[in-house]
T-cell receptor, first 114, second 113 residues
C-alpha cells in the first residue's frame, strides 16, 4: 500500500545533541509537510516543501531545518534540541496544493529530550 | 483569518450512545473541511471531508455535513464503540490559508463499555 513512513517511531536525544528525523512516501506526492504536536494540542506546521521549493512558517525557530533530497524523502534536523522541543513530529503529504487535497500523515516520531 | 473552532473535551460516552462533536468555521471564501482522527501514539488519519456547501462526508458510521448557513461541520455517529476512543480534529483548508491546514484544538473521546 502507498503510504507515509516515519523513522524512527521513538527517538531519544540529549539536550543540545543534534537529531535528524526521517520521512519517506510512496505516494509520489509533490508536497511534504512537517508538523510539531505537543501533548493535547493540535499539530503546528513547521514548514513544507512544494517539490523542491521550501516554505518556512514565520514562527518556526531557526533551530529547526529541513532537507528534501528527492521526491520521496524529507528530513527534519533539530540542531540543538531543548527540553521544549520534546514532542511528536508528524510528516504529511498532499498531491498538490489545492485546498481540496487531503493530507496523508505518517505515524509520527515521538522525540524525548533528556 | 480563516479558522475553525471545535468543541472542547474531553467527552465520555457509553457504548452505543450518540456522538456529536461540534465544529464551526470562519472563512471569507469557500474552504474545504475535514475531520481527522488520532489514536493514541499514532499519526492523524482522515476520517471524512467535504469540499463544498451541502456536501456530506461519511466514513465508518461517522457523518458530517458542510453547512454554509450555519458555518458548521459537526461530526456525528449514531452508535459509538469502544474502538472509537481517540482524539478528533476538525480542520479547514482554503486559499486564504495558502491551502495549508488550520486544525482545531482537538476533542478527546472516551467510550466506556
Amino acid at each position: 500500500d502507498a503510504m507515509v513512513i516515519q523513522n524512527p517511531r521513538y527517538q531519544v536525544t540529549q539536550f543540545g545533541k543534534p537529531v535528524t528525523l526521517s520521512c519517506s512516501q510512496t505516494l509520489n506526492h509533490n508536497v511534504m509537510y512537517w508538523y510539531q504536536q505537543k501533548s493535547s494540542q493540535a499539530p503546528k506546521l513547521l514548514f513544507h516543501y512544494y517539490d523542491k521549493d521550501f516554505n518556512n512558517e514565520a514562527d518556526t525557530p531557526d533551530n529547526f531545518q529541513s532537507r528534501r533530497p528527492n521526491t520521496s524523502f524529507c528530513f527534519l534536523d533539530i540542531r540543538s534540541p531543548g527540553l521544549g522541543d520534546a514532542a511528536m513530529y508528524l510528516c504529511a503529504t498532499t498531491p498538490g496544493s489545492a485546498s481540496t487535497d487531503t493530507q496523508y500523515f505518517g505515524p509520527g516520531t515521538r522525540l524525548t529530550v533528556l | 483569518g480563516d479558522s475553525v473552532t471545535q468543541m472542547e473535551g474531553p467527552v465520555t460516552l457509553s457504548e452505543e450512545a450518540f456522538l456529536t462533536i461540534n465544529c464551526t468555521y470562519t472563512a471569507t471564501g469557500y474552504p474545504s473541511l475535514f475531520w481527522y482522527v488520532q489514536y493514541p501514539g499514532e499519526g492523524l488519519q482522515l476520517l471524512l471531508k467535504a469540499t463544498k456547501a451541502d456536501d456530506k462526508g461519511s466514513n465508518k458510521g461517522f457523518e458530517a455535513t458542510y453547512r454554509k448557513e450555519t458555518t458548521s461541520f459537526h461530526l456525528e455517529k449514531g452508535s459509538v464503540q469502544v474502538s472509537d476512543s481517540a482524539v478528533y480534529f476538525c480542520a479547514l483548508s482554503s486559499m486564504n490559508t495558502g491551502n495549508q491546514f488550520y486544525f482545531g484544538t482537538g476533542t478527546s473521546l472516551t467510550v466506556i463499555p
